[in-house]
């Protein structure tokens, strides 16, 4: 059972990227599937996030109106394509899955410690 996250790499400012999360061993229709980054010195945070039934992602602040997050549970991936990139960007990102059927929670009303996988995590790394 594991999560594998990919996509990242070296991009100039106001470039784009797209990063992938591909889930093995567990059915990804049945979580909500978090996206996180790290950046150097700093905290984790989330990014985005969507449950299975969602048609539409959440967006964290930083995320909104430049990052889409989509899925395709036939091919057990997610996506986050990141747009109009920016320095502050830089992190390493992290796709992670807590089960979610039956719940009526928002997928953002979940906490970092509810996602029982997590994937490796991709370096995203924005500058000129």
């Known amino acids: 059972v594991q999560l594998q996250a990919s996509g990242g790499g070296l991009v100039q400012p106001g470039g784009s990227l797209r990063l992938s999360c591909t889930a093995s061993?567990?059915?990804?229709?049945?979580?909500?599937i978090g996206w996180f980054r790290q950046a150097p010195g700093k905290e984790r945070e989330g990014v985005s996030c969507m449950k299975s039934s969602d048609v539409s992602a959440y967006y964290a602040d930083p995320a909104k109106g430049r990052f889409a997050m989509s899925r395709d549970n036939a091919k057990n991936t997610v996506w986050l394509q990141m747009s109009r990139l920016k320095p502050e960007d830089t992190a390493v990102y992290y796709c992670a899955a807590v089960y979610a059927v039956g719940s009526n929670s928002y997928c953002s009303g979940y906490g970092q410690g509810d996602y029982k996988y997590w994937g490796q995590g991709t370096l995203v790394t924005v500058s000129s």
């Open positions: 061993g567990f059915r990804l229709d049945n979580y909500a």
